[in-house]
């Protein structure tokens, strides 16, 4: 009775056309008293979805008629929407706890963010169990699980409810009617009907997915007084000199436009009486294309509706149907009772005509069929003609209606409604419902034994929840919740063949081919990675999978990729432990069991979730590792205004680096003041570091060496202190924008196929597609160094790194932000070849200038020329602009444009080579702290080999000259 509908045939492009599976955790807006869901699981149910809030334990939202509105930067790129509800509403609970502690539905968090505390309930996670969803609670010393269904064709939702053994009274919030609910009809206990009567409003708007019918204004009329059989020769037309309808040319060029031909400007597809068949329906609609006029692109067009002679316009309603942007109606109405107006006034209000309304339906978002309606009491006034000035003139309006005189819509006839929120109590005795104002409640008493009990719920006017009546108050037998083994949903592992590349340099890069095209629809966007004890990799997507690859072996050839988890909510951080899954999202640490053993998880058992989240885009959760005591360590991400400069509102976790107890049991802030630190590391000895990204009071991307807990970075935002030091803290070292334009992680070379670089750390740069090798120096026991990059080239970003039990190094990334990724996700395993390094290995700077030393012998001569070095410096600003320009040492009053190179180059007056032809010593002059540094080379290796790089360090102080290591 509870059966799960699958998603529909995906038929629609992306968003859309990835199956998501049973289920999507994500922050979402829910609108009316559910508010914005922070933390959401929303399960599909039927052609519709119910959301439970995992922060809060309450069931935000149900509805039918449709699933999410997918928006956003995981989704559709965008920099500010967020995930939206799409469809009808059966229930909703305010935001707020939706269990009460002691009876007291008070919220008691310091702050709308984060979960309530551990003793009044915590999320345990969900099970997939046949082909359903149960999600697991505790409720003071009460579990609690319950799943959802739907019955009456959809009409009304299911929830049924598990209660474990309770020693103390429970209330849990059903639902939530609109102000000015009141009970209308009960059963004591068993039965509750909230009736309200819905405000009337001068202009009126819904969406829906059902058919323009189901609007509450309901769909396009055949009765209104445009309807042409009326015979009145009412008529819609477009108003010429301004942008026109698609199909319809405008005169040659040179030629003023016909007064004449007024038949060529009807548009009778607007008052026809038919809505659009579908929601691309060309035939059925009419919008304006963006032409230039007046020296601009514009597709700001005009309706003229003309009645024929004045008349009493009582409603004016408005119908559209779109994919996309195009559903949204957005336009400014005008009335006149002289047919003499000037339609084209560039302001009609100054031109004879009187302003009725302003219709904006953008509050609906994109898609679905859109109605506007106007009305008023007293009626809108008396006119002969209606003027509609589109602001979106690429809305497909399928319909235009126009009420007048006699003519009245059934919304006129009949009234609004009342509208109602019904809900019946099933199965054991014990539970009861209770009505309290404009809400519901379930008492659970003191018990013994588990209980199980279903909440049948509907909302709608009368003659729909009369419809639902047999299925509301029914008293049948509750079955019990879904037990496993879960459907094994994802079928047989997807092949692919990887690509082993020629040992032709220091470093062999192979594919691990990502099967980008899925029968699932699936955005392989990979994100993060780890391996079993048996080699087997776990990979995550950005949009929520996780995968297992199989096959990783020397030659590549067969690679299965079985699809192991789905629905996660931005998982772009992934550890095992003692072969177990973790996935970090923005919701926290998910645990993924395969319990039945099919390759598939069914229980998403929640290991932490105290991260505190907003609906922010740019709060992204990055990366996770552990340290040797079994810590885990993430990072999380500031909430960046949209275009980038300045922060919305920050919450307690924002831009800070987390540790989280190896038990999943708290969760501490051990570094503050990042903007985005897009993947850390953590060497065996709990070294942490990280990298962060350009932006406000971040000049240039920098690598962050974190050895105690602190404020980290200079944002001055996200410090989560008081007061806020007036200056950053000093990375090890800056990178210009060709080295780092935006970065990953880091990797510490734990691998025993790389022997000549064993303990040193990695940086890898997700914007720039580089791995560096991260040369490192102590001066007045401060860290300070550079970065100069492996000969490595990848197909997608380098996001990820961990050495895999083989010893050799592997990457993953993705293509998503600000990167030059050529494919949407990569995954690499990078071979230590035995041919020669050709790099510094090491870095000193001093007063007299610097030593590299490189990982082979030198040529003495090229070696020893002070013309096959350069040396260049500069600074940065630290503000809260979004980055800084790059700022002359040794001429400060030297202005340069932003983004310009404004270098000092500093005179490189001997090379010395040491006696082990490894080391160079260049004795530069002016030598000084800088911000960024920059050491070129062109040399030949004593084998007769070029090698030509650079190096960019920061120099925070200069030690005295220490000369050639000991023993060079």
Same mark, same amino acid.
């Given at each position: 009775?509870?059966?799960?509908?699958?998603?529909?045939?995906?038929?629609?492009?992306?968003?859309?056309?990835?199956?998501?599976?049973?289920?999507?955790?994500?922050?979402?807006?829910?609108?009316?008293?559910?508010?914005?869901?922070?933390?959401?699981v929303?399960?599909?149910?039927?052609?519709?979805?119910?959301?439970?809030?995992?922060?809060?334990?309450?069931?935000?939202?149900?509805w039918?008629?449709?699933?999410?509105?997918?928006?956003?930067?995981?989704?559709?790129?965008?920099?500010?929407?967020?995930?939206?509800?799409?469809?009808?509403?059966?229930?909703?609970?305010?935001?707020?706890?939706?269990?009460?502690?002691?009876?007291? /539905?008070?919220?008691?968090?310091?702050?709308?963010?984060?979960?309530?505390?551990?003793?009044?309930?915590?999320?345990?996670? !969900?099970? !997939?169990?046949?082909?359903?969803v149960?999600?697991?609670?505790?409720?003071?010393?009460?579990?609690?699980?319950?799943?959802?269904?739907?019955?009456?064709?959809?009409?009304?939702?299911? +929830?049924?409810?598990?209660?474990?053994?309770?020693?103390?009274?429970?209330?849990?919030?059903?639902?939530?009617?609109p102000e000015?609910?009141?009970?209308?009809?009960?059963?004591?206990?068993?039965?509750?009907?909230l009736?309200?009567?819905?405000?009337?409003?001068?202009?009126?708007?819904?969406?829906?997915?059902?058919?323009?019918?189901?609007?509450?204004?309901?769909?396009?009329?055949?009765?209104?007084?445009?309807?042409?059989?009326?015979g009145?020769?009412?008529?819609?037309?477009?108003?010429?000199?301004?942008?026109?309808?698609?199909?319809?040319?405008?005169?040659?060029?040179?030629?003023?436009?016909?007064?004449?031909?007024?038949?060529?400007r009807?548009?009778?597809?607007?008052?026809?009486?038919?809505?659009?068949?579908?929601?691309?329906?060309?035939?059925?609609?009419?919008?304006?294309?963006?032409?230039?006029?007046?020296?601009?692109?514009?597709?700001?067009?005009?309706?003229?509706?003309?009645?024929?002679?004045?008349?009493?316009?009582?409603?004016?309603?408005?119908?559209?149907?779109?994919?996309?942007?195009?559903?949204?109606?957005?336009?400014?109405?005008?009335?006149?009772?002289?047919?003499?107006?000037?339609?084209?006034?560039?302001?009609?209000?100054?031109?004879?005509?009187? +302003?009725?309304?302003?219709?904006d339906? @953008?509050?609906?978002?994109?898609?679905?069929?859109?109605?506007?309606s106007?009305?008023?009491?007293?009626?809108l006034?008396?006119?002969?003609?209606?003027?509609?000035?589109?602001?979106?003139?690429?809305?497909?309006?399928?319909?235009?209606?126009?009420?007048?005189?006699?003519?009245?819509?059934?919304?006129?006839?009949l009234?609004?409604?009342r509208?109602?929120?019904?809900?019946?109590?099933?199965?054991?005795?014990?539970p +009861?419902?209770?009505?309290?104002?404009?809400?519901?409640?379930?008492?659970?008493?003191?018990?013994?034994?588990?209980?199980?009990?279903?909440?049948?719920?509907?909302?709608?006017p009368?003659?729909?929840?009369?419809?639902?009546?047999?299925?509301?108050?029914?008293?049948?037998?509750?079955?019990?919740?879904?037990?496993?083994?879960?459907?094994?949903?994802?079928?047989?592992?997807?092949?692919?063949?990887?690509?082993?590349?020629a040992?032709?340099?220091?470093?062999?890069?192979?594919?691990?081919?990502?099967?980008?095209?899925?029968?699932?629809?699936?955005?392989?966007?990979?994100?993060?990675?780890? /391996?079993?004890?048996?080699?087997?990799?776990?990979?995550?997507?950005?949009?929520?999978?996780?995968?297992?690859?199989?096959?990783?072996?020397?030659?590549?050839?067969?690679?299965?990729w079985?699809?192991?988890?789905?629905?996660?909510?931005?998982?772009?951080?992934? +550890?095992?432990?003692?072969?177990?899954?973790?996935?970090?999202?923005?919701?926290?640490?998910?645990?993924?069991h395969?319990?039945?053993?099919?390759?598939?998880?069914?229980?998403y058992?929640?290991?932490?979730?105290?991260v505190?989240?907003?609906?922010?885009?740019?709060?992204?959760?990055?990366?996770?590792?552990?340290?040797?005591?079994?810590? /885990?360590?993430?990072?999380?991400?500031?909430?960046?205004?949209?275009?980038?400069?300045?922060?919305?509102?920050i919450?307690?976790?924002?831009?800070?680096?987390?540790?989280?107890?190896?038990?999943?049991?708290?969760?501490?802030?051990?570094a503050?003041?990042?903007?985005?630190?897009?993947?850390?590391?953590?060497?065996?000895?709990?070294?942490?570091?990280?990298?962060?990204?350009?932006?406000?009071?971040?000049?240039?991307?920098?690598?962050?060496?974190?050895?105690?807990?602190?404020?980290?970075?200079?944002?001055?935002?996200?410090?989560?202190r008081?007061p806020?030091?007036?200056?950053?803290? !000093?990375?090890?070292?800056?990178?210009?924008?060709?080295?780092?334009?935006?970065?990953?992680?880091?990797?510490?070379?734990?691998?025993?196929?790389?022997?000549?670089l064993?303990?040193r750390?990695?940086?890898?740069?997700?914007?720039?597609?580089?791995?560096?090798?991260?040369?490192?120096?102590?001066?007045?026991?401060?860290?300070?160094?550079?970065?100069?990059?492996?000969?490595?080239?990848?197909?997608?970003s380098?996001?990820?790194?961990?050495?895999?039990?083989?010893?050799?190094?592997?990457?993953?990334?993705?293509?998503?932000?600000?990167?030059?990724?050529?494919?949407e996700?990569?995954?690499?395993?990078?071979?230590?070849?035995? @041919?020669?390094?050709?790099?510094?290995?090491?870095?000193?700077?001093?007063?007299a200038?610097?030593?590299?030393? /490189?990982?082979?012998?030198?040529d003495?001569?090229t070696?020893?020329?002070?013309?096959?070095?350069?040396?260049?410096?500069?600074?940065?600003?630290?503000?809260?602009?979004?980055?800084?320009?790059?700022l002359s040492?040794?001429?400060?009053?030297?202005?340069?444009?932003?983004?310009?190179?404004?270098?000092?180059?500093?005179?490189?007056?001997?090379?010395?080579?040491?006696?082990?032809?490894?080391?160079?010593?260049?004795?530069?002059e002016?030598?000084?702290?800088?911000?960024?540094?920059?050491?070129?080379?062109?040399?030949?290796?004593?084998?007769?080999?070029?090698?030509?790089?650079?190096?960019?360090?920061?120099?925070?102080?200069?030690?005295?000259?220490?000369?050639?290591?000991?023993?060079?």
């Amino acid at each position: 009775m509870f059966a799960l509908a699958a998603l529909p045939a995906q038929t629609r492009d992306w968003p859309y056309s990835m199956d998501y599976g049973p289920y999507l955790m994500t922050t979402f807006e829910g609108g009316g008293r559910s508010g914005d869901t922070y933390k959401g699981v929303v399960v599909k149910v039927g052609d519709g979805a119910v959301a439970f809030d995992t922060e809060l334990l309450r069931l935000s939202a149900a509805w039918t008629d449709g699933w999410l509105r997918l928006k956003g930067t995981a989704y559709d790129g965008a920099h500010g929407p967020m995930v939206r509800l799409r469809g009808r509403k059966v229930a909703e609970v305010a935001s707020g706890p939706g269990w009460a502690k002691d009876g007291d /539905f008070g919220d008691p968090r310091p702050q709308p963010f984060g979960p309530l505390p551990r003793a009044q309930g915590r999320y345990r996670g !969900l099970w !997939l169990a046949g082909d359903q969803v149960v999600i697991g609670y505790t409720v003071s010393d009460m579990a609690v699980r319950e799943q959802y269904g739907s019955a009456a064709a959809g009409r009304v939702l299911l +929830r049924t409810l598990e209660f474990g053994p309770s020693a103390v009274e429970q209330w849990m919030v059903v639902a939530d009617a609109p102000e000015g609910a009141s009970l209308a009809k009960g059963t004591p206990g068993r039965g509750a009907r909230l009736a309200w009567q819905p405000a009337a409003e001068r202009v009126q708007i819904a969406a829906t997915t059902a058919g323009f019918a189901t609007l509450p204004m309901g769909g396009p009329s055949r009765s209104d007084s445009l309807d042409p059989e009326r015979g009145n020769g009412a008529t819609v037309a477009f108003v010429p000199g301004f942008a026109r309808p698609r199909g319809v040319p405008a005169p040659a060029e040179g030629q003023a436009e016909s007064a004449a031909d007024a038949t060529a400007r009807l548009l009778p597809v607007l008052h026809d009486g038919a809505a659009a068949a579908t929601e691309n329906d060309t035939a059925g609609s009419v919008w304006f294309e963006r032409s230039r006029r007046g020296g601009q692109e514009s597709d700001a067009g005009r309706y003229l509706v003309d009645l024929q002679k004045p008349a009493e316009v009582t409603r004016i309603a408005t119908f559209s149907w779109h994919s996309g942007g195009r559903s949204i109606q957005q336009y400014e109405v005008f009335g006149s009772a002289d047919a003499a107006a000037d339609a084209a006034a560039q302001d009609p209000a100054t031109a004879g005509w009187q +302003r009725i309304a302003s219709v904006d339906t @953008a509050p609906l978002g994109e898609g679905d069929q859109h109605g506007a309606s106007i009305a008023d009491g007293n009626g809108l006034g008396r006119f002969q003609r209606l003027l509609f000035v589109m602001r979106n003139g690429g809305t497909r309006l399928c319909e235009i209606d126009v009420f007048a005189d006699q003519q009245r819509a059934d919304l006129e006839t009949l009234g609004m409604p009342r509208q109602n929120l019904a809900v019946g109590l099933r199965g054991d005795q014990g539970p +009861r419902l209770e009505a309290r104002g404009e809400r519901l409640l379930l008492r659970v008493p003191p018990h013994a034994a588990s209980v199980r009990v279903c909440l049948a719920m509907a909302q709608g006017p009368d003659a729909a929840i009369d419809a639902a009546a047999k299925e509301l108050w029914s008293e049948a037998a509750v079955p019990a919740l879904a037990e496993g083994p879960s459907q094994h949903r994802w079928g047989a592992p997807l092949v692919t063949k990887g690509e082993r590349s020629a040992d032709a340099g220091p470093f062999a890069v192979d594919t691990i081919t990502v099967p980008l095209d899925n029968r699932f629809g699936s955005r392989m966007r990979t994100g993060a990675f780890d /391996f079993f004890r048996d080699g087997t990799a776990a990979v995550s997507t950005w949009n929520g999978d996780v995968w297992l690859v199989r096959g990783i072996d020397a030659s590549l050839e067969r690679l299965e990729w079985q699809r192991f988890a789905t629905g996660l909510f931005d998982p772009l951080g992934l +550890r095992i432990v003692d072969d177990v899954v973790h996935v970090h999202g923005r919701d926290g640490i998910t645990r993924l069991h395969d319990t039945d053993r099919d390759g598939e998880a069914d229980f998403y058992e929640c290991f932490n979730n105290d991260v505190c989240v907003t609906h922010a885009f740019h709060e992204f959760a990055f990366d996770l590792q552990t340290d040797a005591e079994g810590n /885990f360590y993430c990072s999380k991400g500031g909430p960046v205004n949209p275009g980038g400069r300045g922060f919305m509102r920050i919450a307690p976790h924002h831009g800070t680096i987390l540790k989280i107890a190896k038990d999943g049991s708290r969760l501490e802030v051990v570094a503050s003041g990042l903007r985005a630190p897009n993947g850390i590391g953590v060497s065996p000895t709990g070294v942490l570091t990280s990298g962060d990204n350009e932006g406000t009071f971040m000049p240039r991307c920098r690598l962050n060496w974190i050895e105690a807990p602190g404020y980290y970075a200079g944002v001055k935002d996200l410090a989560h202190r008081s007061p806020v030091p007036d200056l950053p803290d !000093l990375p090890l070292c800056w990178m210009p924008m060709e080295v780092d334009n935006s970065s990953g992680g880091q990797v510490w070379v734990t691998g025993a196929g790389w022997p000549d670089l064993a303990g040193r750390l990695l940086h890898l740069s997700y914007g720039t597609c580089s791995t560096y090798l991260v040369l490192t120096e102590v001066v007045d026991g401060r860290i300070q160094g550079g970065v100069v990059r492996l000969p490595a080239n990848f197909t997608s970003s380098c996001m990820r790194g961990r050495f895999g039990p083989d010893g050799q190094l592997y990457v993953i990334g993705l293509q998503g932000w600000q990167t030059s990724a050529a494919k949407e996700g990569g995954f690499h395993r990078v071979r230590r070849t035995g @041919a020669p390094l050709g790099l510094p290995v090491a870095l000193r700077t001093c007063t007299a200038g610097v030593y590299l030393t /490189f990982a082979e012998s030198l040529d003495p001569e090229t070696a020893g020329d002070p013309g096959s070095f350069g040396v260049e410096i500069w600074n940065y600003l630290y503000s809260p602009n979004y980055g800084s320009p790059e700022l002359s040492i040794l001429h400060p009053e030297r202005k340069v444009e932003s983004g310009k190179p404004n270098r000092d180059p500093l005179r490189v007056a001997a090379a010395v080579l040491s006696p082990d032809r490894r080391t160079v010593f260049l004795r530069v002059e002016g030598m000084q702290p800088a911000h960024q540094m920059k050491v070129t080379w062109n040399v030949d290796a004593a084998d007769g080999r070029t090698l030509k790089g650079d190096l960019h360090n920061t120099i925070h102080a200069l030690a005295a000259d220490p000369g050639f290591p000991a023993g060079q």
